[in-house]
């Protein structure tokens, strides 16, 4: 039997050793959307985009987040965004910031990494280390 209605996926990455952020643009890291099913490329439609943080230094207060398709940082999935660090009720050095992306993304199955996307992001001060990134989806 087929599949009916809309699906919600995630993809997740803990990095081992947080990776310092500063007011800089930082790629982390790449992050596979763990596509399912023999699919060769990403298709779906993109829902939100989760970073959580550590080690926070000298009062950041807002993070700009941008997701690419490539590791230069110059084909844009989702361009600048900015968001209010929520800093932690219990763990004043820990830090989330949250996206709402809504955005239909298709990636051509031609390329070789037909599932990997590169989040970059930067703090408006201090420094942040980034631990972990979620991102959502539905297909």
């Not at 982390?28 to 439609?45: D, E, I, T, V, Y």
């Not at 080690?55 to 807002?62: F, I, M, R, V």
């Not at 084909?75 to 932690?88: K, P, Q």
Request: aromatic content about 8%; glycine content about 10%; hydrophobic content about 40%.
């Amino acid at each position: 039997m087929a599949k009916v209605g809309t699906f919600i996926n995630k993809a997740e990455h803990t990095y081992g050793s947080s990776v310092l952020v500063n007011t800089g643009f930082t790629n982390p890291g790449s992050l596979a959307m763990q596509l399912a099913n023999g699919k060769l490329a990403f298709r779906g439609h993109l829902e939100g985009v989760w970073l959580y943080f550590d080690t926070l230094n000298s009062s950041p207060t807002k993070i700009t987040m941008r997701l690419t398709s490539d590791s230069a940082g110059d084909e844009c999935i989702v361009t600048d965004t900015d968001a209010t660090l929520a800093v932690g009720v219990g763990t004043a050095t820990d830090g989330s910031a949250v996206y709402k992306v809504d955005l239909d993304w298709a990636r051509n199955a031609v390329t070789p990494t037909g599932d990997t996307v590169y989040p970059w992001m930067k703090t408006d001060a201090g420094t942040a280390k980034i631990n972990r990134i979620v991102i959502t989806w539905r297909e």
